[in-house]
């Protein structure tokens, strides 16, 4: 693995930092990471997509990286993204954070007052983890690779928490950062380049990733939510048995099995054609 900081330098200068001119689109997979994940069925799909994209919720469903070298692979002869996910937010606030998660013992409270307060061990557990995350990504990008960072999976952070997180990110982190907010007030953060949004009326611009997480869609109301996500500039189509979902029953990430059958691709085509 290629991580020197000379190599890190290069490769920021040669990968995209900045929005194209055009769409990324894919499906989402945060559990692209689990060595259950069906990549080969997802990999034939993102090539009928021009700017394919996939995501990865860094160690939550496991910690392989082949699906996502595979991609960069059989992508290297045009643009394409990966958004890498730096924590569960939503585990943290749901008190349901195991192996793999971020500061996996802090609930929402303390993990904005430690921020908040500038706490040195997890400053440095955060570093690592990004230092982990960039050395992971070089290893495997090409020259049209984008890459883009989320702070967080549905953060419920302070503003000074989030600024103080954003601070500490940069110093390992030279592309470009997502904010995925549940906060209302939010609206646009300047510190990162893209917003997400994962309600089914988002307020598109070049800026905004937009994704379908946790709303199930019929074929109906796919073709609505492209509609609505067209001027966006990274769209990602979420899809529950892409993630492990198929009851009301919560299961681990780490112990559910994944599809990405016929009844899905229908389901997609709808949505990307």
């Known amino acids: 693995?290629?991580?020197?900081?000379?190599?890190?330098?290069i490769l920021a200068s040669c990968l995209l930092l900045t929005t194209p001119g055009y769409a990324f689109e894919g499906l989402s997979t945060f559990s692209s990471m689990s060595p259950k994940f069906p990549c080969k069925k997802v990999l034939n799909y993102l090539d009928k997509l021009p700017h394919p994209a996939m995501?990865?919720?860094w160690g939550t469903f496991g910690e392989d990286l082949s699906c996502l070298a595979k991609f960069t692979a059989r992508n290297q002869h045009?643009?394409?993204?990966?958004?890498?996910?730096l924590s569960n937010e939503s585990c943290r606030f749901f008190n349901r954070?195991?192996?793999?998660?971020?500061?996996?013992?802090?609930?929402?409270?303390?993990?904005?007052?430690r921020l908040a307060n500038g706490?040195?061990?997890?400053?440095?557990e955060i570093r690592f983890r990004v230092r982990e995350i960039r050395e992971a990504a070089e290893a495997i990008a090409t020259s049209k690779t984008t890459?883009?960072?989320s702070i967080g999976l549905e953060d419920r952070l302070s503003n000074l928490a989030a600024n103080n997180l954003v601070t500490i990110i940069k110093t390992e982190w030279p592309y470009d950062l997502v904010r995925n907010s549940?906060?209302?007030?939010?609206?646009?953060?300047?510190?990162?380049?893209?917003m997400e949004s994962h309600g089914l009326r988002p307020d598109c611009s070049?800026?905004?990733?937009?994704?379908?997480?946790?709303?199930?869609?019929?074929p109906a109301s796919a073709k609505q939510y492209r509609k609505r996500t067209r001027d966006c500039g990274v769209v990602f189509f979420w899809l529950p048995r892409l993630q492990g979902i198929s009851s009301q029953k919560f299961v681990r990430p780490r112990k559910r099995h994944f599809r990405f059958d016929s009844g899905d691709v229908l389901l997609a085509d709808r949505f990307f054609k």
């Open 55 to 57: 995501n990865a919720l």
């Open 78 to 85: 045009r643009e394409h993204l990966i958004q890498i996910i």
């Open 147 to 149: 890459l883009v960072l």
């Open 206 to 218: 070049a800026r905004t990733i937009a994704n379908n997480d946790g709303n199930v869609l019929s």
């Open 1 to 9: 693995m290629r991580s020197s900081k000379w190599y890190g330098a």
């Open 182 to 194: 549940l906060s209302s007030t939010i609206g646009v953060d300047p510190r990162v380049s893209y």
């Open 119 to 124: 706490d040195l061990q997890l400053a440095d």
């Open 97 to 113: 954070c195991k192996k793999g998660e971020l500061a996996r013992g802090l609930g929402v409270k303390s993990y904005n007052a």
